[in-house]
């Protein structure tokens, strides 16, 4: 029998992508201009990050600076920047990617653009595995046990750098991007809830003008922190709720140098309510989840629809067409931290008595770029960004080229950096 607090944990999920209204309902909020020089205080490395056998783009890897807590994300066409303070005694780099060879890269080999960086496929040898008997459900089980002693035991103050779009066709029709400060709570049962607050963001809402329907995403970064799975595995699956999945033994990999079941999972056929299904990466020796990628199943369109809606007009029919989730997981000195966290939701809205219907993605992105162990505070509850906020709603406008300073960021895609452009361009012009 299907849990309800499952329910209740799915919807809180995913409860806060889509508040539709009228476009004529919209209104327009211009911001200020926010600026921020450099002062020469880091140092600056971009790039590409590409197969050595393929040579096709590595997208969503991690680069970092050993021994710190520095790092970011390649993007979708495998473009990173790195900004490294000169107060960080830094001389290489280090990358990783699921399915390749960790890479080292000195710095002094390094320009400040244009470095294309190759990744060696890495391959399991046989010796490397314990031979055993193997039930991927148990192995679930166990890596859900293990949790509070394998990711910190102690909250942590985290920097991060969030992004959202949304699209209409394949027009980008908003960009909203921040730096957050994160209180990142304890992964012990009794640690308490994360919170997120604002430090800068910028936004172009209507990049291109949105005919008939205006899509807002709420919840921003409050809500990625949910896809952190190691503290919130109840909005994956509650432990009481493993008996309504399959579990099956895909594959083994590396990850960061180290071997990794891959399991997939999926609802029973006789469950009829909307569930997830995917991929938990779980590391071999110590059962830590290091990686998941999953989809909520949408074979029942009109259930999972419920799950998503928070508004929207009379008329309009919310069709999911896809959904996509992803969550990452770093290693220092034997203790696991949130990385990355990326979703994406494809979906159609049609009208009633209209010829045409239109598509919408929406996508976010969450990449810790930096962690401190000193001086944790939980800021004020007034002071986070709560799920029902919307990022779009809170931010400037872009109008500075250099607006993240010394801060990392997710590299935009170049249809991304295409409409910061024009959008800049366009504010200049209204004299803002």
Known sequence: ??????????????????????????????????????????????????????????????????????????????????????????????????????????????????????????????????????????????????????????????????????????????????????????????????????????????????????????????VSLLLDIAKHHDYLFMEEDIKNYDFTLEDMVTIDNRINYVIGFAQHKYITTPLYYGRLY???????????????NLDNKEEAAKLFIKRKPAGVKFVPISTSYLVNYNVQDGVYYLNYARNELTFKANWRKRLFNTTYTINSELAITDRSLDNISRFPYKESFKQTDILNESVEAFNDEDFWGEHNYIKPEESIQEAIIKYGKRLKRQGR
């Open 1 to 222: 029998m299907f849990n309800h607090k499952n329910a209740i944990a799915m919807k809180t999920l995913v409860k806060y992508y889509l508040n539709i209204i009228p476009i004529a309902l919209a209104i327009f909020l211009a911001g200020s201009s926010h600026a921020q020089n450099g002062n020469g205080s880091y140092s600056s490395y971009s790039g590409s990050l590409k197969d050595a056998k393929t040579r096709q783009d590595i997208v969503f890897a991690y680069i970092t600076v050993p021994n710190s807590h520095i790092g970011t994300v390649s993007n979708s066409e495998g473009e990173f920047t790195l900004k490294i303070g000169n107060d960080v005694k830094a001389d290489e780099i280090e990358i990783s990617h699921i399915g390749y060879k960790k890479k080292i890269v000195a710095l002094s080999s390094l320009k400040a653009n244009g470095n294309i960086i190759f990744l060696d496929p890495s391959s399991i040898e046989l010796e490397e595995v314990t031979v055993r008997p193997i039930d991927p459900r148990q192995i679930v089980i166990d890596a859900l046990q293990k949790i509070p002693y394998n990711y910190s035991e102690s909250p942590n103050m985290l920097t991060g750098f969030y992004r959202e779009t949304i699209k209409q066709r394949r027009e980008y029709i908003s960009i909203s991007e921040a730096v957050v400060d994160i209180y990142k709570s304890s992964y012990r049962p009794s640690g308490g809830n994360d919170r997120v607050k604002i430090y800068k963001g910028r936004k172009s809402a209507n990049v291109k003008k949105a005919d008939t329907l205006t899509v807002k995403l709420q919840g921003g970064p409050s």
């Open 282 to 296: 779980i590391d071999t020796r110590n059962l830590a989840i290091t990686h998941a990628q999953f989809s909520l």
